[in-house]
């Protein structure tokens, strides 16, 4: 398996079709959840955190939806510290992206690492996230909503 991921994921996750990029990051997730022992390490979870940043909002989606996978097993959580002090001030951003289904999705991660993982929050981070409740978007409102419930 690391000799697929390093003959072919390493150099698929930068594709020029966004729909390769998106798919490289939905298989990282589901390798991650499959053979945590193998791939819940820094050295592979990078690429996803790389990806947060995409141009493509499709990318950006499949991305978050695969670290959901991650972090909403409480087991996986705790091996996602350093992940997570690294891209955690992109995902807190990605709370008010301009595509709302990628803030959508960002709320609903933020929620289960919020849950799963303790103190990854910091207080200036959820200041910025709590005035998304107030956005025309009743589904990403109703999420913010949630978010805040459970802080």
Not at 13 to 40: A, Q
Request: aromatic letters at 10%.
């Amino acid at each position: 398996m690391n000799g697929i991921f390093k003959g072919v994921f390493v150099h698929r996750y930068r594709d020029v079709v966004p729909e390769i990029r998106g798919i490289c990051m939905e298989e990282l997730g589901v390798w991650v959840r499959k053979f945590p022992s193998s791939f819940l390490t820094d050295s592979h979870l990078k690429y996803l955190g790389w990806t947060l940043h995409d141009k493509q909002g499709e990318v950006r989606l499949r991305c978050v939806r695969a670290l959901q996978g991650i972090y909403g097993v409480p087991e996986m959580a705790p091996g996602l510290e350093l992940f997570t002090d690294r891209f955690k001030p992109r995902l807190v951003a990605m709370a008010h992206d301009k595509e709302p289904q990628v803030a959508l999705e960002v709320l609903r991660l933020l929620t289960d690492m919020d849950r799963n993982l303790e103190e990854a929050l910091s207080p200036e981070d959820c200041q910025s996230i709590f005035p998304v409740v107030f956005v025309s978007s009743r589904a990403l409102a109703s999420a913010a909503g949630s978010f805040l419930c459970q802080r």
